[in-house]
Structure formats: C-alpha cells, structure tokens
T-cell receptor
C-alpha cells in the first residue's frame, strides 16, 4: 500500500531533550516536506526537500533540523525542544516538488513539550 | 508573495443541502490550486486540484470546485451534503515554478442530520 508513515504518533517530552520524528514514504517520491498544524494557523511548512541531499527552509524553520540521506526517509529533528514547539506535525511527499502534483500526508505526530 | 484565505472558520449545512466552502488566493503568477480534507485524528487527504483547462474540477467523494480567475477564487462545492462530509477542509496554492505549497487556515464543515 502506498503510504507515508510517521513515528511516533504521540510524544510527550521535556524542554531541551533532543528528539527525532521519523518519516518514510514508499512511493519513490522526490519531494518531501514537514508541516506543523496549529489551531487558527492552518498548516505551516517547516522544511522541505526536493530530492536526496537537497533541503531548504520553509516558513517556520527555527528550532528544527532535517536531513535527506535516502530518498524514502526525511526525519525531523528537534535539538532542544521548547514548549512553543508543542504542535501536530505532518510529513508529506509528492512525486515532484513543483507543478500540479498533489502531496500525500502521513497520519501526524502529536508532540507535547513540557 | 502567495497567500490563501478561507474566510469562514465554520460552515454548517443540513444533510442533503448543497454545500460551499470558500477559498480565495493571492499569487504573483499562475496558480495551482488544491483542496484537502482532514478527518479527526487523520492526516490530510487530497480531494481535487486545478492545474489548467476546464475551470470546473471534479474530485473525490462527489466534490467539485470552480476556478474563477477574475475573482481569484476556488470554492469547493457539493450538490448534496452527507453527515460523513463533516471534517476540516484546507485550500492550498502553489505558483508555477515554486517549491512551496501554501495552505489556508482551514474551514470546519459540520453537516447536520
């Protein structure tokens, strides 16, 4: 089944404790992206990757890191999480990053930082 | 700069009635427009998109949307609403040559039995 998977689905952590949220897609998509969803703000893009070893900042990259060493994986790293990073995070992928290609979303990771 | 506006946070409609979820956009080039739906505790699912050609686009679950260039709108419509259509709907836009997809703030649709 074609899908985007994220792990973990739920995570509660404390301020400053490094964490990684994994994302994997099995559709051989070139483009992958991370979003955060907050009430009243919709989805905001954190980072995206046009292809392996090519990443770029989205609208809200502060406090986050990403890497794209393999085509299928695009982990999101919070080196020192803070409470304002409490949010619902989505990974997405599409065949290409430009043009009219729709994105496929993972199920989401709900992160709480205390 | 690109932006998307969904002017209604909440739309309520009776089951069986037609529904409309509004979306307007502001871009500096030609837009690609998308609608996504989010059910509770789920990721976003693609509904339909406008790339070029016919202004009326048909998508999944009986939804359609009309691209109106003069009004810079891309409203989502369905002739007869179902209770199962209750969800959060997002409009999104990308311009030609751009890498980013910009989302609206979402509209919560509630279909009342």
């Amino acid at each position: 089944e074609a899908q985007v998977t994220q792990n973990p689905r739920y995570l509660i952590t404390v301020t400053g404790k490094k964490l990684t949220v994994t994302c994997s897609q099995n559709m051989n998509h070139e483009y992958m992206s991370w979003y955060r969803q907050d009430p009243g703000l919709g989805l905001r893009q954190i980072y995206y990757s046009m292809n392996v070893e090519v990443t770029d900042k989205g609208d809200v990259p502060e406090g986050y890191k990403v890497s794209r060493k393999e085509k299928r994986n695009f982990p999101l790293i919070l080196e020192s999480p803070s409470p304002n990073q409490t949010s619902l995070y989505f990974c997405a992928s599409s065949l290409h990053g430009q043009g009219g290609y729709e994105q496929y979303f993972g199920p989401g990771t709900r992160l709480t930082v205390t | 700069a690109q932006s998307v506006a969904q002017p209604e946070d909440q739309v309520n409609v009776a089951e069986g009635n037609p529904l409309t979820v509004k979306c307007t956009y502001s871009v500096s080039g030609n837009p690609y427009l998308f609608w996504y739906v989010q059910y509770p505790n789920r990721g976003l699912q693609f509904l339909l998109k406008y790339i070029t050609g016919d202004n009326l686009v048909k998508g999944s679950y009986g939804f359609e949307a009309e691209f109106n260039k003069s009004q810079t709108s891309f409203h989502l419509k369905k002739p007869s609403a179902l209770v199962s259509d209750s969800a959060l709907y997002f409009c999104a836009v990308r311009i030609t040559g751009a890498n980013n997809l910009f989302f609206g703030t979402g509209t919560r649709l509630t279909v009342i039995p």
